[in-house]
Nanobody
Framework: QVQLVESGGGLVQAGGSLRLSCAAT????????MGWYRQAPGKQRELVAT???????NYADSVKGRFTISRDNAKNAVYLQMNSLKPEDTAVYYC??????????????WGRGTQVTVSS
């Protein structure tokens, strides 16, 4: 069964840092674009950052200069280094990836989400 497993959320003071990790597991044939989204209470889910298999990166304006996305293709993993965290970064962070299992077409998958809370 193909799935995404996240880790690394938690509680941090404003100005602090956290690193999120997400690994794709299961009978994988190929991994396409990977990324992170977040959803704050009462708000829609929004893009944080994405990275293609070739390394092209896109960030939301609100996190540029503070967050860094990276991936390890050998581990089918994507990471989000979050620095200079602000209270408005508080949200559930979701990993997303385009995964292709053996005998299947590419489709998008979501992780279960990990809570990030930034206190002021």
């Amino acid at each position: 069964q193909v799935q995404l497993v996240e880790s690394g959320g938690g509680l941090v003071q404003a100005g602090g840092s956290l690193r999120l990790s997400c690994a794709a597991t299961g009978s994988l044939f190929s991994v396409g674009a990977m990324g992170w989204y977040r959803q704050a209470p009462g708000k829609q889910r929004e893009l944080v950052a994405t990275i293609t298999s070739g390394g092209n990166i896109n960030y939301a304006d609100s996190v540029k200069g503070r967050f860094t996305i990276s991936r390890d293709n050998a581990k089918n993993a994507v990471y989000l280094q979050m620095n200079s965290l602000k209270p408005e970064d508080t949200a559930v962070y979701y990993c997303n990836a385009d995964l292709k299992g053996y005998g299947f077409a590419y489709r998008g998958y979501w992780g279960r989400g990990t809570q990030v809370t930034v206190s002021s």
